[in-house]
Structure formats: C-alpha cells, structure tokens
C-alpha cells in the first residue's frame, strides 16, 4: 500500500501547528519561519517540506528569495473535520432513535 | 422510522458555541426520560463500539452524574456532570467536564442547555453548548478516532485568520 502522508498527520506536530499559524498571517521565506522557533534550521526546513508535501502551504519565488505561504483551500478541507463531530452526534442520537424505539414498544406492550 | 426528522449542527467559532436540534419520533416524556435517567443514558450516550457506564447521577438541581465512557479495550474516559437548573419536561441545563478516576473536574468545563418541546409526536430537543473548549472536544475525539489528532483550535485560529484577509 501507498504510504501518504495527510494533512492530518502533518498538523498533528506542534511545531507544524505553529509554522501555519506563522505564515498564515503572512507569507514568509524559510529564514524568517527558522528564526521564531528554539529548533535547528534543518528542523524547521523539514518540518516545511512536510507541509508543502501535503499542500498545506505552498511555495512562491520572488526574486531569489522563497516564500511560504498557506493553501487555503488545503485548509478548508480540514474543516470537514469539524464534521467527524457532528458524525458522532449522528451515531450517539441514532442508537437513541433505536432505544426510543423499543421504550415505546415496550410501553406499547404494557 | 421516519427518515426526515430534522438535524441541525452549527458551529460558532467566535463565541465557542455550539447548537444543536435533534427531532426524535417519540412523545416528549419519552424523550425527556432518555435525556435524564441513568440507565437509558446508558444505552447510548457513548457512540458504539464505546459504551456508557454511570457510576452515579442524581437528576436534582445540584446533582451530579460521573460516568465513563469505556473503548472496547477497557480504557476508560471519565466525565462529570452537574444539574444547575431543571423544569421538568421543559428545559435543564448542567455543567459537563472531563474529570479523573477520582471524581477531580478538569475545570473550566462547558455549559449544556437542553430544550425539549413536542408537536405531533415528535419531540424536539435543542441543545446549546456554551463554552465549548474545541481542545476539549479534540479529546473525546481523539478516543473516537484513532489517529485524528488535529485540532479544532488550530483550524479555528487559521479560519479566523484567513477570514480577516479575505
């Protein structure tokens, strides 16, 4: 099977947390990103990699510099996580719907 | 069963609250006594393969229901409960925090206000969570799904910010 990673697992890091809270305000290069964390250059270098890898940002060439900035379209994706909530919801009040179900029989029976 | 009872799911990012209207093809004390008795809260408040476990809950004003939900596995996720204010087949409203073993809340917790009118015979019940601590939530999930690990608070951070820019 094909190993991927997701958007998932790669916001699942601290560290990834905060880079795309970063340069979600605005787009930065890999220099300015390495300079806000207490990590190695090469950390944050490849912390970026997996984030471009999954399209969580995306890079832009300006000049011979290189920026970062967000995929926002990657990140509506996620709110679609906002819906596993909702999900839940759905099975908790379903396997209601069932035991309603057999109460009024029950009821019924009586 | 009818298949067109109504179910509505939104989410308020800048005040952290949640709304939520469920209908249930039942007559409201029905519905009522699902949503406040032991031991058919234990039927399904914890989504399968989950189940619900109350050590204990007493459904007066200042009452508390501790209970677990507990994984096929045996892993245990405590919560607590407390009344602050009911009207029978009307309305109550509770404070709900994930708690330890012991009893000790992990404070600050949400506030859950329950609505519950019937017409027809189909009981309505809104739902009101205020307060909801997306990390909060990020947590039972976590127990639900194995391997979501993302958070709501870092999505609600980033929509916040994306929105400002559009």
Not at chain 2, 8 to 36: G, M, N, P
Not at chain 2, 103 to 126: C, H, M, R
Request: neutral net charge; contains cysteine.
């Amino acid at each position: 099977m094909e190993t991927r990673r997701d958007a998932f697992q790669a916001i699942a890091d601290p560290t990834r947390r905060a880079i795309l809270l970063l340069i979600a305000a605005q787009s930065m290069t890999p220099n300015t990103i390495a300079e806000e964390f207490h990590t190695s250059r090469q950390a944050v270098s490849k912390h970026i990699q997996i984030l471009t890898e999954c399209e969580l940002v995306k890079q832009e060439k300006k000049g011979r510099e290189i920026y970062y900035h967000i995929n926002g379209n990657k990140i509506n994706e996620i709110d679609k996580w906002v819906e596993q909530f909702k999900k839940i919801l759905e099975t908790q009040f379903a396997q209601l719907d069932k035991v309603l179900l057999t109460l009024k029989k029950q009821k019924n029976e009586k | 069963m009818k298949n067109n009872l109504q179910f509505d799911f939104t989410v308020t990012k800048a005040t952290k609250t949640v709304i939520i209207t469920r209908e249930f093809d039942a007559e409201l004390s029905l519905v009522w006594d699902a949503f406040t008795k032991q031991e058919i809260l234990d039927q399904w408040t914890a989504p399968a393969p989950w189940v619900s476990k109350t050590k204990y809950m007493n459904f007066i004003v200042g009452g508390k229901r501790f209970y677990a939900m507990v994984s096929p596995e045996g892993q245990e996720r405590w919560l607590i409960q407390e009344f602050t204010s009911i009207s029978p087949k009307t309305n109550f409203k509770m404070l709900n925090a994930f708690a330890d073993k012991d009893e000790n809340a992990e404070l600050p917790g949400s506030e859950w206000d329950y609505n519950f009118s019937e017409q027809n015979g189909i009981t309505k019940v809104s739902i009101t969570i205020f307060n909801e601590s997306f990390d909060r939530m990020e947590q039972l999930l976590e127990g639900f799904q194995q391997g979501f690990t993302m958070t709501l608070n870092i999505l609600e951070n980033l929509l916040a910010i994306l929105s400002k820019r559009q």
